[in-house]
């Protein structure tokens, strides 16, 4: 049997996820597990490099995994893991920091993005590091692939500069991973400014929406969405707010959007923002219901994760070794 390819993937545990994680990542997850060899990981180690109160964290690291698993993923098909609980990811990261140059590093967009808005003595060597993380993470595990969105195709890129650097100053020792950004995953945009990516740390709650919300406030918040004075259903660049609402029903329908403009020819926005409502809280029902009883029963996630620890380990394990003995570290 030829061996699966390996997939790795992880979201940082900031609180319940948007409709845009969910229509950008996680559902194209779910469609690959199975083919692959994947890992889930649910980046805690991350999260710590800009400040978070820790009993956030942990409700929120838990709320991830009851996301994946709601979602869709099967932890009996994939592993899924906290970042935390695999020692060799920090391990593999410090060494690959040696790895790593200042100047590349502070090309990183997402960093001078992020340090822009503070002062200086706020920015955390963790910040400035985060993307050798990163690289640590998939390079463990001899990734193949790594479904992310357009932003962290930059970090894949400094992944794969590592690796292969690190493949050339010693053996070949990792797997130099593609990144995974599949051409027909709609971005969704922001309901208030559909030229921005939808986000949760949007100042405006109405700007996303979150899997964890109620009927109602999703309704409410499709019919506040910013669109255009035109009047009429088209998809076209020149109407954003209206792509980014076809794009969103077309996801979960799998409906064409010129089918869609079709079926609205002739209606008004009023009438698509109300579908577009209906079809999101049919899609998100059972898997809020399945949210709530997840994160009722602890014990059941507890067992998730720990079983994912350790196959996590045992992979991550094996590419560690390999790695310090190649450096000059002696065996213990
Ligand atoms: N940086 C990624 C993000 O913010 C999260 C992440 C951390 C990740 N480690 C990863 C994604 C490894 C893919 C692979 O979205």
Redesign the pocket.
Known sequence: MEKKKVI?????PSGSLTLGNYLG?LKNWVNLQGQYESYY?V?DM?AITVPKEPKHLRKNTLEVLANYIAAGLDPEQVTLFI?SHVPAHAELSWILNCFSYYGELSRMT?FKDKSRKQDSNAITAGLFT??V???A??LLYQ?DL????E??RQ??EI?RDIAQRFNNRFSETFTVPEPFISKDVAKVMSLQDPNSKMSKSDSNENAYILLMDKPEKIKRKFKRSVTDSIGVVNYTDDQPGIKNLINIYSKITNKKPEEIVTDYEGKGYAKLKEDVAEVVIAELEPIQEKIDYLLKNKDYLEKIYIAGAQKAEAAAHKTLRKVKRKVGFIPR
Do not use: E, N, R, W
């Not at 790795?8 to 940082?12: A, D, I, R, V, W």
């Not at 790594?146 to 969105?149: A, T």
């Open positions: 790795f993937s992880g979201m940082q990542a990981c980046v991350h970042q997402q985060y993307p993380l990163m690289a993470d998939i990734a790594v479904p992310v969105g932003d962290q970090h894949l992944t």
